[in-house]
C-alpha cells in the first residue's frame, strides 16, 4: 500500500515539474539574450536610458516587439524599464557590451547564434554519432569560419573574452621559465602567449595558427611592446607539420574540438617536431568518473554538436599521448572552471 501523504507527493511533483519547465523558459529566455546582442541593445544603452522609440529607430526594429523582448529581459534583471517605455542597462547586462572587461557578447552571438541551429540537430547526432554543425551547414565549423570570415574573427574574440581569466591561471600555475621557447598550437588571437609571456621573462614564443587568423594576431603582437620583441606568428595547418625545435607546445582548447583519430595526427605533427624531453601541455576539461558535476560534461555535448570531438578522461589523454610517442606525466589544475593542463614529453 502507498502510504505517501498526497500533499507532499503533489508538492514534490510539482517541484520536478517546475524544474524541466525551468529548461523549456531558459531556452527562451537565452534566444532574448541573443537577439538584444545582435541588436546591440547593451551597448546602445551603454551611454545611457533610451525609450522604445529611440531604440525602435536605432535598432531598425518594430517597436511594440521590441518593447516585449524588452520587456521580458527587464523581468529577468536582463536591463530595466526604469520609467514607463524608457530603458537603462543593469549589471547583468554589462557583459553583453562589446568592448568591455569580461565582456561576453561574441560568445553569445557564436554560441546562441552560429550554433542555434546545429544544437536544434541534436537528435541527429545522438542518432548518427555525426556532427550536427556540419549535417545543418554543409561544411565543418573551421570551412565555415574560413568562408564567413566576419563569423570566424568574433568566434576568436568569444574564445579570448571567455578564456581570460583562464589564461591568467594557466600562466600562474604552471612554470614555464624553465623553456626558451614556446609555441601555441591553434593559439588563435594570441591571447594565452601574451599571458604567459608576461608573466615569464626571458620566454619566446610563437603563435602558431591558420593564416587569416594569424593575420589579426600578429598585428596585435605589435601592440604589446613589453613582448613584441619576443613572439612572434606561424601559419599553417597543424593536421600536417608545426614548427620544430621549441621547448614546449601547448595546445588550448584544441584537442577536445577533435575525434581521437584527427587528434593523433595533431599530436602526431607535434611529436615530429619536438626534441626528445620537449614538453606537450594539452589545456582542456579533464572528465571525472562517475556523476559528480563538473563544466566539461556539458561542454562534452557541445562538441559533440558543433565539431565532432570529445572532452577526455585522464586515460584517454594518456591512451592518446602513448599512441603518438608521448610520454603522459600528469595532470595540472588550475583551480579554475574546468580546465587543467594535461602535461606529456617527447620520448
Ligand atoms: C577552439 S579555438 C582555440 C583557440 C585558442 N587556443 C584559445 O583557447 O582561445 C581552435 C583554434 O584552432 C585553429 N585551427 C583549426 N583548424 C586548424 C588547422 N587545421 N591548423 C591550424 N589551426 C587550426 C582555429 O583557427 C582556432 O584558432
Not at 139 to 161: I, Q, R, S, V
Not at 247 to 260: E, G, T
Not at 316 to 342: C, H, K, N, P
Request: one cysteine or more; glycine letters at 8%; proline letters at 3%.
Amino acid at each position: 500500500m502507498d502510504n505517501t501523504n498526497p500533499s507532499t507527493s503533489a508538492v514534490a511533483s510539482r517541484q520536478q515539474s517546475e524544474r524541466i519547465l525551468k529548461y523549456i523558459t531558459n531556452h527562451w529566455l537565452s534566444c532574448c539574450v541573443y537577439v538584444s546582442a545582435r541588436l546591440n541593445i547593451a551597448d546602445i544603452l551603454s551611454d545611457g536610458p533610451k525609450t522604445i522609440d529611440e531604440l525602435a529607430e536605432i535598432t531598425a526594429t518594430h517597436r511594440p516587439s521590441l518593447y516585449r523582448l524588452l520587456r521580458t529581459l527587464a523581468s529577468d534583471g536582463i536591463f530595466e524599464e526604469s520609467a514607463p517605455g524608457t530603458f537603462s542597462i543593469t549589471q547583468a547586462a554589462t557583459a553583453l557590451r562589446g568592448n568591455v572587461q569580461g565582456s561576453l557578447k561574441a560568445f553569445v552571438l557564436a554560441e546562441l547564434g552560429d550554433f542555434y541551429n546545429p544544437w536544434g540537430q541534436l537528435l541527429y547526432s545522438v542518432q548518427t554519432g555525426k556532427i550536427a554543425f556540419d549535417h545543418y551547414h554543409g561544411m565543418n565549423l573551421w570551412e565555415y569560419y574560413k568562408t564567413h570570415p566576419e563569423e570566424g574573427l568574433n568566434f576568436m574574440k568569444a574564445m579570448t573574452d571567455l578564456t581570460q581569466v583562464m589564461n591568467q591561471a594557466v600562466a600562474e600555475k604552471y612554470d614555464f621559465s624553465t623553456f626558451k621557447t614556446l609555441i601555441d598550437i591553434g593559439g588563435g588571437n594570441g591571447e594565452l602567449m601574451f599571458s604567459v609571456l608576461k608573466a615569464t621573462p626571458g620566454l619566446n614564443g610563437i603563435v602558431f595558427d591558420e593564416l587569416y587568423v594569424v593575420e589579426q594576431t600578429a598585428a596585435r603582437i605589435k601592440a604589446i611592446p613589453d613582448i613584441a620583441g619576443r613572439c612572434s606568428v606561424a601559419a599553417g595547418n597543424f593536421f600536417e607539420q608545426v614548427p620544430p625545435g621549441a621547448d614546449a607546445y601547448m595546445m588550448k582548447y584544441i584537442l577536445h574540438d577533435w575525434h581521437d583519430e584527427d587528434a593523433l595526427k595533431i599530436l602526431r605533427a607535434c611529436s615530429n617536431a619536438m626534441k626528445t624531453g620537449s614538453k606537450i601541455l594539452a589545456i582542456d576539461a579533464v572528465i571525472p568518473q562517475g556523476n559528480l558535476p563538473h563544466g566539461g560534461k556539458l561542454m562534452d555535448v557541445n562538441m559533440l554538436v558543433v565539431t565532432g570531438g570529445y572532452e577526455r578522461t585522464k586515460e584517454e589523454f594518456s591512451s592518446l599521448y602513448e599512441q603518438a610517442g608521448l610520454r603522459f606525466l600528469r595532470v595540472v589544475d588550475i583551480g579554475l572552471t574546468e580546465l587543467s593542463i594535461v602535461e606529456g614529453e617527447k620520448i
